[in-house]
Structure formats: structure tokens, C-alpha cells
Nanobody, 113 residues
Framework: VQLQASGGGLVQAGGSLRLSCAAS????????MNWYRQAPGKQRELVAQ???????KYEGFVEGRFTISRDNAKNTVYLEMNSVKPEDTAVYYC????????WGQGTLVTVSS
């Protein structure tokens, strides 16, 4: 399984960005998908998860601002980021499975104030 994350970039505080993560292989639809992030000097942390049954979970620091979704026909998971803050600056990683079994390479999101 290979995961390819994309969509990162530079965005102003209060703006929006959509991350995508495309997965290869045939096990995408039966697994939970997760978005993690790692800010400079900090540990990697879970941001959001969507299960194979489309149940979603968010960490408190993004709830109400970020939305995770998935398209099983495209083997792709998305993270819609709205009302971004400078503290959202991090490398964002997608992962497959729970606990995570496979990881993407990460995509950098930089939020300017």
C-alpha cells in the first residue's frame, strides 16, 4: 500500500485549504483513514479519523474547523481545513488503518499570520 498526500502550501490565517491522500491497493475501503500532523519540535499528533463506516472523530483543536471525508471509488481521503490558524502550521500525514499501518510522505501546511 502506498499513500500519496498532496494539497499543502502557504495560506493566510483565516483561509482554507484542502488536503488529499490517494491510496494504492485494494484495502482502502475496509480501513480507517487518519490525518496526523507534526509541527516543528513537536510530536506527531492525530488530527482526524474516518472509519470504513464513515464515522468521524476530531481532536478538539480542529473540531468545527476541519472536515475529514473519503471517496472509496477514488481510494482518496480528504481533509478540508477552514479558518486555519498559525498554530495549524505542520507537516500533515495521512495513514491507513487503526492503529495506523501505512503512512504517506506528508505535505507541508504553512499558515501565515
Amino acid at each position: 500500500v502506498q499513500l500519496q498526500a498532496s494539497g499543502g502550501g502557504l495560506v493566510q490565517a483565516g483561509g482554507s485549504l484542502r488536503l488529499s491522500c490517494a491510496a494504492s491497493g485494494s484495502i482502502f475501503s475496509i480501513n480507517a483513514m487518519n490525518w496526523y500532523r507534526q509541527a516543528p519540535g513537536k510530536q506527531r499528533e492525530l488530527v482526524a479519523q474516518i472509519t470504513s463506516a464513515y464515522n468521524t472523530k476530531y481532536e478538539g483543536f480542529v473540531e468545527g474547523r476541519f472536515t475529514i471525508s473519503r471517496d472509496n471509488a477514488k481510494n482518496t481521503v480528504y481533509l478540508e481545513m477552514n479558518s486555519v490558524k498559525p498554530e495549524d502550521t505542520a507537516v500533515y500525514y495521512c495513514s491507513l488503518g487503526w492503529p495506523p499501518k501505512y503512512w504517506g510522505q506528508g505535505t507541508l501546511v504553512t499558515v501565515s499570520s
